[in-house]
RNA sequence: GGGCAGUUACCAAAGUGGACAAAUGGGACUGACUGUAAAUCAGUUGCGAAAGCUUCGAAGGUUCGAAUCCUCCACUGCCCA
């Protein structure tokens, strides 16, 4: 059902709220309040099924939908089974290789579970590629590479980048806009959203549906999230990720870690802070009367509360003082059994602390290797001499790095 | 089809017969500082306790000795057809 006409300011937030580009904003205001001609609109994103650990990057899409859900209208969800099946074809990225049918499924299944966790299941079609690729043919194909122009093409930048400082593009990198703008109208989408990487495949949906003679999709793209280093994109292949599941006490010292300049991107595309508040945030912190860390644990806070609940996110924001702010021991420290005394190098690499007994061994020169072996009430001693043993005392707590633990059981 | 250039560690990029486990930068890690950060400073960053071993696209070869020279193969880019 559509809902009765939405303020101008659920429609502000809508399109406005961590958004990057609207094209034809005008008419998807009016499509917005009116419908497609009195149905709920039909928003569309394109899955790759390859991912399977979603990251609350994703989850800056899924929260969109959600808003438009909440004006009642329809997300459409394209899982790019077909596409997924041809892999990459340069064989450069790890992320596209060729996946079976099988872990096709297993993947969309993956994702969906985690999409429903934050879009509503009732208002949402699924929908799968192969439904109309396969019976695509050759000819079909052909025919919708005569849609654009090697020099279109080109416009895309990653594309145009790649053009110009000589690194490969395989034609049939020219193929996948196209298969997705395809799905646009194989859906009969009227809004399709996507990250602002995707703005040109986007664009091709819009070009190609008037050619079949559809009205032309909306599009909407959001801001990407920077990753944990504050500057690339939030992606797996960067290990800058937060993932969606991460439990509550990790991604809320994994927010806390983020640098400060990031902070107002995160409230706007993960929060449901008022940008009004917003704005007061940051003249406080730029006259000095509000401490950006402060500002951050609400940001952390809000943020955790989104993927679990208040209590963890409470729970995760106490464990985040006690470690850090006050230096404690953190409360859940993994145990490791430890049958007979070890030498320390050999017990941080089984532990699978340090990759080789080289880095172990670099980590207790460098001071980074503390002993507890009161527990947690008690003082540490630095370790620093690779040879040393490490006893069997129940309950001692042996500190690596930064912030990995682990509590010795006899 | 022909010509030219290239392929070095996580990435980028030096090195062009010995002193090269390989400069430098980025990243990562550790310590100091801090607000948890950022910035800054110091250090580490193939494996091995060490002797030593394995690494410079792949395989062979020349040489006392090769990332460096030769042969061949693979891959990539550019130019000409």
Known sequence: MLKQSPTKKEIDHLLTRGV???????????LLVEGNKGEPLRVKLGVDPTHYDLTIGHAVLFRKLRQFQRMGHKTVVVIGDWTARLGDPSGRME??????????KSNAATYLDQFFRIVDKDQTEVRYQTEWFDTFNLGDAIKLLGFKTVA?????????K????GIEISLSEFMYPLL???????????????????TFNLLVGRDLQPIFGQTAQQILTMNLIVGLDGVKKMGKSLDNYIAMGAPAKDMFGKLMSLPDQTMRSYFEALTEIDTEELDEFDRKMTE???????VKLRMAREIVTE???LAAAEEGQEAFIRQFSERKLPTDIPDFQLGSAKNVVD???????AASNNKARELIKQGGVALFPEGASGNSERITDPNYTVDVIDGAILKVGKRNYLRIKA
């Open 20 to 30: 990057s580009l609207v094209e034809k904003e005008a008419d998807l205001r009016r």
């Open 95 to 104: 992320a596209r290789k060729v996946l079976t049918a099988e872990q096709v």
């Open 152 to 160: 279109q093409m080109l416009e895309r930048d990653d594309f145009s």
């Open 162 to 165: 790649r053009y110009k400082s």
């Open 180 to 198: 997705q703008g395809y799905d646009s109208v194989a859906l009969r989408s009227d809004v399709e959203i996507g990250g602002t990487d995707q």
């Open 288 to 294: 000095g009367s509000l401490n950006p860390r402060d």
């Open 307 to 309: 993927f679990h609940n």
């Open 347 to 353: 017990l941080i690499v089984e532990a699978g602390l």
